[in-house]
């Protein structure tokens, strides 16, 4: 009986049962941590994904953007760097060409109707001839149409408008803030994953935009909303957005009033993959989205920082018979003062006074290794977002590293992400603003500011180049005065606007004058 009980003993002091107690769930510890055999499962990597989306939760997206600098920086500083040197635009106006009208005769179907007929030979004969002298040169013209035609000239079809008429429009976005506007619709675009600018002009909003009602007297206004505005949501719900009727004239609200689908300027982030696209309602996803678990790591990271501060310098006082102190009110109360006057003592007289019985000791931290830590958790959000960390985060390229191949890198992601996506929505405000400010219906041709900043050496050498150019053209008759002088003020060459003239002195010394016809006009 006694040896039963003593192998009963053994196997409950086993090894075995001991590691079951610290590590159950057949390997799997509280902490999370998997053993080595559990690693390489489909079941581990699913435990990382989470069932929420954050895209889903209006207000901590809201206190998330106000709170945190480096989210801030995530959502606007690619915005502002799209926007950085300014948007330059061509504008050319409609030219109506008018069908032809071909009119039905008994010999060529280009004849008049009013061509006279006669029964008399000579007569006929002559009018044969006539006719298919009008048909030749018509061949002709035709001839000359279709050449010009394949040759896919814009301003065959268009006009382009004047240099005075870019600035009357460019003066008009300067003072309504309109790129501001369209960079806070960006910006709610990569925070909540959508948004739009509702373009109101005075009129009903749930009626159909109609650009040629536009005038110089109409009240224009663009106004930035997020996609929970406009889909009517309560923003302080959690549960989601509120469904939208896409096929509908007038899917979205703005306070309370149904706007129609023509008077907004949509903006979507990246869409969701296809299982899970109708939680969004049609909108995308926040940037923020697939940045939730680094985002936890950084912040965790700064929190571990700020706890070791606190507790990186320790003051330890060793007092005699403290235990049994402790058990009286007053000699509790007699230490604590004691202890005062002795921080007291330490911090203004520099000097510590201490019975022989007891002891003093300071506890240091040592941050050794905290540096490389907070780099790893910057490098890790830099790479999830797709964005330098100089831009991040403001720091500067670190060795050799001149930041020439990461402002390339990022320069192609604004590009992509940025640029070409809003092309749609600015020529869609240009349209709205080159009525209001012209009273007229144009083409618009955009061209962005480089990205990868040049120096002004490099700047000047290029206008150089350009001028030379224009001028050797300019002289061999390829371009005309009127044209040299466009591309001039274009471009800005000269520092100045050149006025035409009709006579271009090439070489002022010699006083040679190119008339109109060679060399110039």
Sequence with gaps: MAKKKNDETKLTNSMGQLVSGIVPNGGQTKSGSLSPNKINDSFSLALQVRSEYITLNYPLLSQLYQQFGFIQALIEVPVLDAFRGGLKFSAYEKKVVLPTEKKRHRFFKFWNEDDKKTDKVGEQIRFEEEQAKRRQEWEKEQVKADEKLKKSDDSYFRDEISREDIRRIEIYLRRDETWKKLQQALFWKRLFG????????????????????????????????????????????????????????????????????????????KEFPPLYRPVARGWGMSILEPLVRTMNKSIKNENVIFELLDEAKTDIF??????????????????????????????????????????????????????????????????????????????????????????????????????????SAIIKILEVVGRKVLGKTLDFDIEWASLIRTSEYEMEKSKTLKLANLNEANMFGRITNKEWQEAVNKYNLLGIDVAYKEEFVADPMAKQVFKPGFGGK
């Design 194 to 269: 959508g948004a739009g600018i509702v373009i109101l002009d005075g009129r009903n909003p749930q009626t159909e935009l109609d650009l040629e009602k536009i005038n110089e007297d109409t009240p224009l206004e663009f106004y930035v909303t997020d996609n929970w505005e406009l889909s009517n949501t309560n923003r302080d719900s959690t549960s989601g957005l509120a469904s939208v009727d896409w096929l509908s004239d007038t899917p979205f609200m703005l306070r309370g009033h149904a706007i129609h689908k023509s008077r907004v300027i949509l903006f979507k982030g």
């Design 318 to 423: 060793s007092l005699y018979g403290l235990n049994d102190a402790m058990q009286d009110e007053d000699a509790t109360s007699a230490i604590t003062k004691r202890i005062a006057y002795a921080e007291q003592l330490k911090n203004y007289m520099k000097a510590l006074l201490l019975d022989s019985e007891d002891n003093y000791a300071q506890k240091q931290i040592h941050f050794n290794g905290l540096s490389d830590l907070k780099i790893d958790s910057r490098v890790d959000m830099a790479a999830d977002a797709r964005i330098t960390m100089n831009k991040l985060y403001g720091t500067s390229p670190a060795g050799f590293n001149s930041g020439e191949a990461d402002r390339e890198t990022y320069a192609d992601t604004v590009e992509a992400e940025i640029r070409i996506p809003s092309e």
